[in-house]
């Protein structure tokens, strides 16, 4: 399991963009997934991007507004969030997937790491 570490969030107003970014040692041997919790409501898939980024997946929630890619020379896992909503405000994680490709798993909580905070508010 990786220890990821994720950044990139802050308060936006409606209809604004931010872009989170993941990190951790080992990234780019794994499907790399996003995804959120808000206080009261059940954790959400955002998007999940496989080993090599041939293939990725959103949440319907977001699609067609998040964007999931690798940059290999940052190891990094960025999802570029646009036309943010406040239904998105949540703490916002990444975390590896099993394999090389989006299987849908999500480790167990001690494998998270701290998340990033997403506040969209005006």
């Known amino acids: 399991q990786l220890r990821p570490v994720e950044s990139g969030g802050g308060l936006v107003q409606p209809g604004g963009s931010l872009t989170l970014s993941c990190t951790a040692e080992?990234?780019?041997?794994?499907?790399i997934v996003w995804f959120r919790q808000a206080p009261g409501k059940e954790r959400e898939t955002v998007s999940c991007?496989?080993?090599?980024?041939?293939?990725?997946t959103y949440g319907d929630s977001v699609k067609g507004r998040f964007t999931i890619s690798r940059d290999s020379a940052k190891n990094t896992v960025d999802l570029q969030m646009n036309g943010l909503k406040p239904e998105d405000t949540a703490l916002y994680y990444c975390?590896?997937?099993?394999?090389?490709?989006?299987?849908?798993?999500?480790?167990?909580?001690?494998?998270w790491g701290q998340g990033t905070q997403v506040t969209v508010s005006s």
């Open positions: 991007i496989s080993r090599r980024g041939t293939s990725t």
């Open positions: 975390a590896n997937d099993i394999g090389d490709y989006c299987t849908g798993y999500i480790p167990p909580f001690g494998f």
């Open positions: 080992g990234l780019a041997m794994y499907a």
